[in-house]
C-alpha cells in the first residue's frame, strides 16, 4: 500500500522547509514531489490524478490531505517509563506506546526502572517483543549502568546491546560511586553508547520533596537545592573529560546545571542534555494546596532557573525535549506530599506544551523539531531524515488547533498530569512508524 502525503509544509531542519507532496511506498519514503509534479512511474496510481484534482483513495493507495499542516521527521521522546515489566497497573508497553503516538512520537526510550530492572538481554528482548506487538511509537530500550540500578556492579550492557539497548542509565537513581560510573563511560565509550545521566546527589536532597525556596517554606515542605542536581553534573561533566565517552544528561532543570553544560560543550567535551516541558512551564511558585500531580524529581525549581531553561533550549545549551513520561497511580499521588510518588506524565502533552515556545517566538519550529526529532535521533545515533529511501516515521502536526488538556482523554493507563483544563495550541493529528499509521486524528 502507497501513501501519498500531499500539500504540507515539509519540514526537515538543515534540509528542507517547503510544500512538498511525499509518496510512501513498502515502509519507506519512496518520493518528495512539487506539489504540480507527476507522481513517478512504478506509483500505481499516476495516470489517474490531473493537474489541480483531489485524488480519492483507491485499493493502492490512500492519499492524505495535509493542506495547512506540517510535515515533520517523526518525533522522538528519549526519555519515558512504560513500566512494563512490573508496574502494569500504571502503563503497560502497549498503553505507553500508543500514547506516545497519540503525542506524536514515532519512538521512545523506555527507561529500564521496572520491576525486573532491564539489566539483561532477557528482559530487553521481552520489551521489544511486547513493543512488536503493540504497533505504536517504536521503543528503543535502554538498559540499566548497573545491576539491579543498585550501583555496585556493572550490568550486562554488551549483551543488552546486542539485544537492542540504545543508551544506559540508572535513572530514577544517580550513580553514586564516581569509581562505578568512570567504569560504565569507559565501557560504553568502547560500545559507542552514550550513558544518560540521572543528575541527583541524595545527600544533598535529603529527603526533599519540592525545590529549596520560598514556595517549600510557604508550604512547610523539605527542599532540595539546585546543587543537589549541579554537583553530579559537574562530576560527571569531569568524567566525561576524563574518559572521552559521551554523557546525556536527563531532565535538566536548573540555571548552574545549564552553565556547567554550556561550558563543558565550549570546552569540546562530549555532553548532550535534555529538559522536560514541565521545567520550561512550570515553577516551584506554580505548587499549590499540597497538589501532588506538581510533584516530580527534580522539582520544578524558581523563575530564574525557568528562564535558564528556555535560554538554554534558545542557545543549544539544551539539545532536547523529552516528557520523562512518569505514569503513577491514583493511590500512589493521593497522599500527602512527601509521600506521594515522584513523576507526571507527558507523552500526551510535550508537544503542545512545546510549541507554545514556538507561539511565544521562544523558539522557532525549525529549532523546536531539531530538539523533539533531529537531536534525541544523533544521541541515539539513529537517522531521522525525510529523504527518499528513509523509513517513512513521520509526524503530521497541525500548529493552530486550539485544545484544552483533559486527562480523562489520555489513552495512557495515568492521569497524573498538573496540566488538566490549560488551553493549549497545536497538536499531532498523524503519526506514522515504518509507512504505518499509528496514529490520526485527520479528517475525512
Ligand atoms: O519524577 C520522576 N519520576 N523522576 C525520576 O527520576 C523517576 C521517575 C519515575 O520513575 O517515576
Ligand atoms: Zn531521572
Ligand atoms: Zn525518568
Redesign the pocket.
Known sequence: MQILIKGARVLDPGSIDEKKDVLIDGGKIAAILDPSDALPSGAVSSGALPPGADPQDTADMQVINAAGLVLVPGLMDIHV?LREPGHEYKETITSGLAAAAKGGFTAVCA?P?TVPVNDNAQVTRFILEKARLAKGARVYPVGAVSKGSAGTNLAEIQDMQQAGIKAVTD??LPVANAQLMRRALEYCNGLSMPVFV?AEELSLVNNGAMNEGPAATFWGIKGIPNAAETVMVARDILLSQLTGAHVHFC?ISCKESIAAIRSAKQQGIRVTCETAPHYFTLIDADVKDYDTNFK??PPLRSKEDRDAVIQGLADGTIDAIAS?H?P?SKEEKDLEFDQA????VGLETSLPLSLHLVHSGALTLEELIRKMAKNPARILGINNDITPGSRADLTLIDLDEKITIDPAQFVSKSRNTPYGGMAVRGRAVCTMVGGQIVFSALKG
Open positions: 517509563h527507561m526502572n535513572d530514577g540521572h531532565h516530580m524529581n520523562d512518569a503513577h510518588a515522584f513523576g507526571i
